[in-house]
């Protein structure tokens, strides 16, 4: 299979800007109210995700032609992964359409085997093996994002960033 990049709007961030550096961090509309016995209750309005891009390469990322006004397609590198019981498990984000999620079961040893999944309408299924005592899941995710035009610095190299916020 071919290496993937990170993408925006449909342009490949390709391997000589750099190597890109990710974050990716929950944000969402929550607060914590406490009750009269001191105890919290955490009340949640929504949740999204935001993050980072950024590299430092031989040239730039060739993302100033993308229309920032509008929503754009991030498609991500850095994983996403949940561990549990199973054999179901929602995904906290939509996987990328160019790379099936996948998933490990781990035995008493403490060792981590691949195993087969499914995948459909944000739920993978990884069906029983024998002996396992839990399982990982993993997916690179795809977001829909509001971003800015990319800062750029310039010396020896072609230096630049991003920050995102999922639409």
């Given at each position: 299979m071919a290496h993937l990049h990170i993408m925006l709007g449909g342009v490949p961030i390709v391997t000589h800007a750099g190597a890109p550096e990710q974050s990716e961090a929950p944000i969402g509309g929550s607060s914590?109210?406490?009750?009269?016995?001191?105890?919290?209750?955490k009340q949640q309005?929504?949740?999204?995700?935001?993050?980072?891009?950024s590299g430092n390469g031989m040239m730039p990322p060739g993302l100033d032609g993308l229309d920032?006004?509008?929503?754009?397609?991030?498609?991500?590198?850095?994983v996403s992964n949940m561990v549990g019981a199973?054999?179901?498990?929602?995904?906290t984000s939509t996987p990328r359409p160019d790379k099936?999620?996948?998933?490990f079961y781990q035995l008493d040893d403490e060792r981590w085997y691949h195993c087969a999944c499914s995948f459909a309408d944000g739920v993978v299924t990884v069906p029983p093996v024998a002996g396992a005592v839990r399982y990982q899941v993993a997916w690179l995710p795809v977001y829909s994002v509001f971003t800015d035009k990319p800062s750029k610095t310039q010396s020896t190299s072609h230096g630049w960033s991003?920050?995102?916020e999922e639409a």
């Open positions: 914590l109210l406490r009750m009269s016995d001191g105890s919290g209750v309005h929504w949740a999204k995700a935001s993050g980072s891009v920032y006004s509008l929503p754009l397609e991030l498609r991500l590198t850095e199973g054999p179901d498990f929602v995904l099936a999620p996948w998933a991003f920050s995102w």
